[in-house]
Structure formats: structure tokens, C-alpha cells
């Protein structure tokens, strides 16, 4: 999968109809709460098979450090 | 391991009364930030649409009586014919005595019924389930009356736009009994408190007892906000809603595959998952974790009702598949998680069972709001109408307030000392 894709699948499943960059902090992104969290864990498992701790999210900063914990699956 | 089979007992009915006050998530807007779009993708993530709302006065006690005498109408049980009663949910009436001991009086069971609470949440359907099965398949109670009710509205804070648009309140009845040829039902329990504070009122209770001046109850009222903003207080409902979520799928599509196996059974032989309704979101991801499709893992109850604690399984039973459930056999899994930590699942087949449409509460009497039955409850205290029937002599020799009078204190101190049978006033010389 590719950034852009993984852009589209965030916006998806945070129902986010602004922009979405790699280098956004994820602070800016008023959407980023416990429901996309929850989203993208479970999207990171369904297509990944990667269990991330919730507790792991907390100490991300920008869009691309989400796309990270893919492991460089997502390129 | 608490995994058990059971056979010869089954689930004759059951009931599910809601209250009739809706509140739409649209309404709400204005207390939870003002952002429409918010609300929109709350309910599209979510499928948070509306719930029911118990005004004050009414209680998940109040809301299983009228499930419970809906129930023994359809089924034409009577009231003698029960023989334990069990109470689950997170809301009792008061902290003592046990809300089953009330519903028992209030539903004319015999005095012969045995009666308790089980303090559980969103897995407390099923562990009741467990419970009643137990008993039941031993003979220990041949027909139990389990009542699980939640009024989570009542324990969080309004303005909490974490929990404050997902709870809803409910009450249920189900009759469960011992029925020769019954089929096989499957039980998987488990717990991790570990995660206790992950779900947790932390006031109230005897860790921080509520204190005996209005100036100390400042401290377990008012809010503190967490670092996005959210406002809690310490005597209302905390949730780490991540870590709950991240509990709930590292645990419980693995708990049905555990039991599935155990029944010797895979998700075709199952024609319906029915979870907790927690939210969509979470429901969604369990059921293609665990195999099943969406189409046979009903979720809408949720969104008509809300996150019904304890009692959503049972009203989804009725709400969903009450008219399924009439058409012939049909085996369900159902699965509840959450507080505790805490989850419970089960494979039972449901033949014949009842389960009748959810109606709304419809008061009896005048509702009593909270103030009307603290004054009554002061007035009683201090002398007002006694209570107590003209032929108990209990409490004989007593004033009053409680304390007892030098006369009945020496007596006390003189049945204190006796080695043979309490002896009574008309024996006199007790000292």
C-alpha cells in the first residue's frame, strides 16, 4: 500500500472531508480522537495482522508516524 | 477455567422495558461542543443515533419489575412458582440491601425465593445466564428469575462527550428453568482486573466513602478535565475508551473461537452473534474478527437505544430477533465485555423461548424524584409514620432513634450471656 492510499483509508475511517498530509501534526487534525484511534487499530490489524497497543498512539506526533507503524508496509 | 456445558434448562422468556423519554443525538449538539459535523460522523462511526433516558425517579430496579410482570403475565407464571431471583446490574436501588430482596417483595414472590445481586456490567447478562443455569441444572433453583438492568445515565456526567451520547437505560426479565430434554448450552467466563480502572466510578464506594460534609463532597462532584479537554468527575462513570477497545479485541473474537471450539462448532452452525451493543464500531470489528457476517450479528439495537450496559443483550433478544426466535430453533451465541475487566460468552439454542416486543415504562404510581425520597426517607428517621407492622415486636423496648433503651440494653447484655434460646418478654426474669 502507498502513502496516498493510506491517506484516503485514514480519511475514510476518521469520516475527515479536509485534507490529510503526511507531515500534518496529528494535533491539528481535530478528527484524530478515540473513535479514528480505535478505526485505525483495527484497520492496521485487519489488513497488517499488526496488534498496536492504544497506548502507542498517544505518543505519536504527525500523520506519517502513523503510517510508521506499519512497519514499511506502507511506502 | 470457568467454562462449563449444561443440559436439561433453557430460557422460557424474556422481557425488556425501556423508558419512554427519548433523547436524539442532534438534540444534544449544543451540550457536547455545537459541532454538527461532529455529530454526524459520531453516528456514522458509531451508529450513534438516540437512547432512552430514565427521567429521575426511575430506576433499573423500577424498569425490571414492570419487565418482570410482563414476563410472568406472558408466561403465566406465578409468583410462587420462583425460586430464586437474581439481580444484575451496576445501579442499585440503594447500597443495602440487595435490589433482588426489594423485587422480591415488589413482584409478590414467596418468601421461600432465594434472592441476591450480582454487581456486573456489560458481561452481566451472560454470567447471569451462567448463574441461573447453574442452579437450575442442579436442581438448586428449578426456576430463577434473572433481572438485569442498567440506568448508566444516571452515573456519568452529561457534558462527558465521551460517554455522555452512548448510554441508554433498560430493564429485563428473563425466566430461566429446568426443562428435561433441553439442548446443550456452552459457557466461556473470564476476568482481568488488571483493567479495573479502565471502567471505574471511584467514589462512592468504601475506597473513597461519600463524606459526611457538603463541604468534603465539593472534591468528588467537581470536574477535572483531562489533557483533551474532557471533562470527569470522580464520583461519576471513567472510561479509557482506547484501552477498553483494545481489551475488547485482543480478548473476545478469540473468546468465541475458544468456545466455538469447546462446542464443537464453527460460526455456520451459529445463526446469530449477538454482542453487547456497544457501539458499532467495536461490534463490527468483533464479528469479522471472530467470523461472522454482519448480516447475522444484529446492531441495531445500539442506535435505537444506546449502550444499554448490562441489559443489552436480553433487549436486543426481544428487539431483534423476537419474531426469528418465534419461527423455530435457533442457536445464538452471545458475547458480553467491559467493565470488570470482564467478559462472559455463551452457545445456546432457543426453542419455544418468548421473547416479547420492547415496550416503554409506563409508572404505575406518581414517579418519586431523588429529593421527594430523601425528605420522606429524613421524615421516617426522625418519627414520622411508622412503618412497621402492629404485631412486630422487634422492636420492643427500642426508641425511636435507634439506640436502645436502658432497660432493653440490659436485656441485650443478658441474651448476650444466655447459653440456651433467646428468652422472650414473657419470660421476664432475664436478669
Same mark, same amino acid.
Given at each position: 500500500?502507498?502513502?496516498?492510499?493510506?491517506?484516503?483509508?485514514?480519511?475514510?475511517?476518521?469520516?475527515?472531508?479536509?485534507?490529510?498530509?503526511?507531515?500534518?501534526?496529528?494535533?491539528?487534525?481535530?478528527?484524530?480522537?478515540?473513535?479514528?484511534?480505535?478505526?485505525?487499530?483495527?484497520?492496521?490489524?485487519?489488513?497488517?495482522?499488526?496488534?498496536?497497543?492504544?497506548?502507542?498512539?498517544?505518543?505519536?506526533?504527525?500523520?506519517?508516524?502513523?503510517?510508521?507503524?506499519?512497519?514499511?508496509?506502507?511506502? | 477455567?470457568?467454562?462449563?456445558?449444561?443440559?436439561?434448562?433453557?430460557?422460557?422468556?424474556?422481557?425488556?422495558?425501556?423508558?419512554?423519554?427519548?433523547?436524539?443525538?442532534?438534540?444534544?449538539?449544543?451540550?457536547?461542543?455545537?459541532?454538527?459535523?461532529?455529530?454526524?460522523?459520531?453516528?456514522?462511526?458509531?451508529?450513534?443515533?438516540?437512547?432512552?433516558?430514565?427521567?429521575?425517579?426511575?430506576?433499573?430496579?423500577?424498569?425490571?419489575?414492570?419487565?418482570?410482570?410482563?414476563?410472568?403475565?406472558?408466561?403465566?407464571?406465578?409468583?410462587?412458582?420462583?425460586?430464586?431471583?437474581?439481580?444484575?446490574?451496576?445501579?442499585?436501588?440503594?447500597?443495602?440491601?440487595?435490589?433482588?430482596?426489594?423485587?422480591?417483595?415488589?413482584?409478590?414472590?414467596?418468601?421461600?425465593?432465594?434472592?441476591?445481586?450480582?454487581?456486573?456490567?456489560?458481561?452481566?447478562?451472560?454470567?447471569?445466564?451462567?448463574?441461573?443455569?447453574?442452579?437450575?441444572?442442579?436442581?438448586? &433453583? !428449578?426456576?430463577?428469575? *434473572? @433481572?438485569?438492568?442498567? /440506568? =448508566? #445515565?444516571?452515573?456519568?456526567?452529561?457534558?462527558?462527550?465521551?460517554?455522555?451520547?452512548?448510554?441508554?437505560?433498560?430493564?429485563?426479565?428473563?425466566?430461566?428453568?429446568?426443562?428435561?430434554?433441553?439442548?446443550?448450552?456452552?459457557?466461556?467466563?473470564?476476568?482481568?482486573?488488571?483493567?479495573?480502572?479502565?471502567?471505574?466510578?471511584?467514589?462512592?464506594?468504601?475506597?473513597?466513602?461519600?463524606?459526611?460534609?457538603?463541604?468534603?463532597?465539593?472534591?468528588?462532584?467537581?470536574?477535572?478535565?483531562?489533557?483533551?479537554?474532557?471533562?470527569?468527575?470522580?464520583?461519576?462513570?471513567?472510561?479509557?475508551?482506547?484501552?477498553?477497545?483494545?481489551?475488547?479485541?485482543?480478548?473476545?473474537? &478469540? !473468546?468465541?473461537?475458544? *468456545? @466455538?471450539?469447546?462446542? /464443537? =462448532? #464453527?460460526?455456520?452452525?451459529?445463526?446469530?452473534?449477538?454482542?453487547?451493543?456497544?457501539?458499532?464500531?467495536?461490534?463490527?470489528?468483533?464479528?469479522?474478527?471472530?467470523?461472522?457476517?454482519?448480516?447475522?450479528?444484529?446492531?441495531?439495537?445500539?442506535?435505537?437505544?444506546?449502550?444499554?450496559?448490562?441489559?443489552?443483550?436480553?433487549?436486543?433478544?426481544?428487539?431483534?430477533?423476537?419474531?426469528?426466535?418465534?419461527?423455530?430453533?435457533?442457536?445464538?451465541?452471545?458475547?458480553?465485555?467491559?467493565?470488570?475487566?470482564?467478559?462472559?460468552?455463551?452457545?445456546?439454542?432457543?426453542?419455544?423461548?418468548?421473547?416479547?416486543?420492547?415496550?416503554?415504562?409506563?409508572?404505575?404510581?406518581?414517579?418519586?424524584?431523588?429529593?421527594?425520597?430523601?425528605?420522606?426517607?429524613?421524615?421516617?428517621?426522625?418519627?414520622?409514620?411508622?412503618?412497621?407492622?402492629?404485631?412486630?415486636?422487634?422492636?420492643?423496648?427500642?426508641?425511636?432513634?435507634?439506640?436502645?433503651?436502658?432497660?432493653?440494653?440490659?436485656?441485650?447484655?443478658?441474651?448476650?450471656?444466655?447459653?440456651?434460646?433467646?428468652?422472650?418478654?414473657?419470660?421476664?426474669?432475664?436478669?
Amino acid at each position: 500500500m502507498n502513502i496516498d492510499e493510506f491517506l484516503e483509508e485514514l480519511k475514510t475511517l476518521m469520516q475527515r472531508d479536509g485534507t490529510l498530509t503526511p507531515d500534518m501534526a496529528l494535533r491539528d487534525v481535530p478528527e484524530w480522537d478515540s473513535l479514528a484511534i480505535m478505526g485505525c487499530m483495527a484497520f492496521l490489524h485487519g489488513h497488517f495482522g499488526l496488534r498496536i497497543p492504544y497506548s502507542r498512539f498517544g505518543s505519536l506526533n504527525t500523520v506519517e508516524d502513523v503510517a510508521a507503524l506499519a512497519k514499511g508496509a506502507i511506502r | 477455567m470457568a467454562r462449563a456445558a449444561f443440559t436439561d434448562v433453557r430460557i422460557a422468556g424474556i422481557a425488556a422495558v425501556v423508558p419512554k423519554e427519548e433523547v436524539r443525538l442532534a438534540e444534544e449538539v449544543a451540550r457536547l461542543g455545537g459541532d454538527l459535523r461532529r455529530v454526524e460522523r459520531l453516528a456514522r462511526i458509531a451508529g450513534i443515533d438516540r437512547r432512552r433516558v430514565a427521567p429521575p425517579g426511575v430506576t433499573p430496579a423500577d424498569l425490571c419489575r414492570q419487565a418482570a410482570r410482563r414476563l410472568m403475565g406472558i408466561l403465566d407464571v406465578p409468583g410462587d412458582a420462583i425460586d430464586a431471583l437474581l439481580f444484575v446490574g451496576q445501579h442499585p436501588d440503594h447500597i443495602l440491601p440487595a435490589t433482588a430482596c426489594i423485587l422480591q417483595d415488589a413482584l409478590g414472590l414467596s418468601r421461600d425465593c432465594a434472592a441476591l445481586d450480582v454487581n456486573q456490567g456489560c458481561s452481566g447478562y451472560v454470567y447471569g445466564l451462567w448463574l441461573a443455569f447453574s442452579l437450575a441444572a442442579c436442581s438448586a &433453583a !428449578r426456576r430463577v428469575l *434473572l @433481572l438485569v438492568g442498567d /440506568g =448508566m #445515565t444516571g452515573l456519568l456526567d452529561p457534558e462527558n462527550r465521551v460517554v455522555a451520547p452512548v448510554f441508554g437505560d433498560c430493564g429485563t426479565a428473563t425466566l430461566v428453568e429446568r426443562a428435561q430434554g433441553a439442548p446443550a448450552a456452552w459457557f466461556d467466563l473470564g476476568t482481568d482486573g488488571s483493567g479495573a480502572k479502565d471502567l471505574m466510578i471511584a467514589a462512592g464506594g468504601a475506597r473513597i466513602p461519600p463524606p459526611s460534609t457538603p463541604e468534603a463532597y465539593a472534591a468528588h462532584c467537581q470536574r477535572v478535565f483531562d489533557p483533551a479537554g474532557v471533562p470527569w468527575r470522580p464520583n461519576r462513570l471513567h472510561m479509557d475508551a482506547g484501552a477498553v477497545f483494545a481489551f475488547t479485541m485482543d480478548t473476545v473474537p &478469540a !473468546r468465541i473461537k475458544a *468456545l @466455538l471450539a469447546s462446542a /464443537g =462448532m #464453527t460460526p455456520a452452525d451459529v445463526h446469530h452473534l449477538v454482542l453487547h451493543q456497544a457501539n458499532r464500531q467495536i461490534m463490527a470489528n468483533i464479528a469479522r474478527e471472530a467470523g461472522f457476517p454482519e448480516s447475522r450479528t444484529p446492531m441495531e439495537t445500539f442506535s435505537r437505544y444506546g449502550n444499554q450496559g448490562a441489559a443489552s443483550i436480553p433487549c436486543a433478544l426481544c428487539d431483534a430477533l423476537g419474531e426469528e426466535l418465534a419461527r423455530g430453533p435457533r442457536t445464538l451465541l452471545l458475547s458480553g465485555y467491559g467493565v470488570g475487566l470482564s467478559w462472559a460468552s455463551a452457545i445456546l439454542t432457543m426453542e419455544g423461548a418468548r421473547c416479547a416486543p420492547v415496550v416503554d415504562f409506563d409508572p404505575e404510581t406518581p414517579i418519586v424524584a431523588p429529593e421527594e425520597e430523601l425528605a420522606r426517607w429524613r421524615a421516617r428517621i426522625a418519627g414520622a409514620p411508622p412503618e412497621t407492622r402492629s404485631d412486630d415486636t422487634s422492636l420492643r423496648g427500642m426508641p425511636r432513634d435507634g439506640m436502645p433503651s436502658p432497660d432493653a440494653g440490659t436485656a441485650v447484655k443478658a441474651c448476650g450471656r444466655a447459653a440456651g434460646p433467646i428468652p422472650t418478654d414473657d419470660e421476664g426474669g432475664m436478669q
